[in-house]
Nanobody, 129 residues
Framework: QVQLVESGGGSVQAGKSLRLSCAASGFNLANYAIGWFRQAPGKEREGVSCLSQDGTKSDYADSVKGRFTISRDSATGTAYLQMNGLKPEDTALYYC??????????????????????WGQGTQVTVSS
């Protein structure tokens, strides 16, 4: 059974850091495009970051550029989202997502939820001022 599991969320004060992890069972994330998304209460889900399948491209929402970093450990197949300089507006349920794209699309990086096939259940991040 294909499953994604996020971890690393928590409650922190503004300015602090957290690192979210995303592990997969049933497949190796090293061969998949990765996305991170978040949803705050009463708001629509928004894209945070993406990493292309071949690892050559990454992208970030303007709201997190310069503070968040997406990465992947090819040996373990675990994806990460390093979040520095957290702000109260970063408070949300964070999801990782993955998709296996055709070879000619492996360098594509799109922070678009409809393009991802597999989703985790989310990990809560709460930032207090």
């Amino acid at each position: 059974q294909v499953q994604l599991v996020e971890s690393g969320g928590g409650s922190v004060q503004a300015g602090k850091s957290l690192r979210l992890s995303c592990a997969a069972s049933g497949f190796n994330l090293a061969n998949y495009a990765i996305g991170w998304f978040r949803q705050a209460p009463g708001k629509e889900r928004e894209g945070v970051s993406c990493l292309s399948q071949d690892g050559t491209k990454s992208d970030y929402a303007d709201s997190v550029k310069g503070r968040f970093t997406i990465s992947r450990d090819s040996a373990t197949g675990t994806a990460y989202l390093q979040m520095n300089g957290l702000k109260p507006e970063d408070t949300a349920l964070y999801y990782c997502a993955a998709v296996k794209r055709a070879a000619q699309l492996q360098s594509i990086c799109m922070i678009l939820s409809s393009t991802f096939r597999y989703w985790g259940q989310g990990t809560q991040v709460t930032v207090s001022s």
